[in-house]
Nanobody, 115 residues
Framework: QVQLVESGGGLVQPGGSLRLSCAAS????????MGWYRQAPGKQRDLVAT???????NYADSVKGRFTISRDNAKNTVYLQMNSLKPEDTAVYYC?????????WGQGTQVTVSS
């Protein structure tokens, strides 16, 4: 069965950095578009960044220039490097794997940006 396991969340001060990881298993990782989404309390789940099987990336305007998505197909892992974090980045961050009609989600990892 497909599993996506996120890690790396936590509490960080404004201006700080975190690196999220998502380890995938049970799928042919290299063919999937991988993504990070986030959901703040009382809000919908929104796109943060995606990376295609060929390495093309896409970012939400709110994180451009601060966040970087990358993938390591040898390790079946996708990363999200988050710099210059702001309180409004506080949310549960979810990993997503998508190809054609297949769409899988991780359980989420909490990121809290607060002084």
């Amino acid at each position: 069965q497909v599993q996506l396991v996120e890690s790396g969340g936590g509490l960080v001060q404004p201006g700080g950095s975190l690196r999220l990881s998502c380890a995938a298993s049970g799928l042919i990782f290299s063919i999937y578009t991988m993504g990070w989404y986030r959901q703040a309390p009382g809000k919908q789940r929104d796109l943060v960044a995606t990376i295609t099987s060929r390495g093309a990336t896409n970012y939400a305007d709110s994180v451009k220039g601060r966040f970087t998505i990358s993938r390591d197909n040898a390790k079946n892992t996708v990363y999200l490097q988050m710099n210059s974090l702001k309180p409004e980045d506080t949310a549960v961050y979810y990993c997503n794997a998508r190809v054609v009609d297949f769409d899988f989600w991780g359980q989420g990892t909490q990121v809290t940006v607060s002084s």
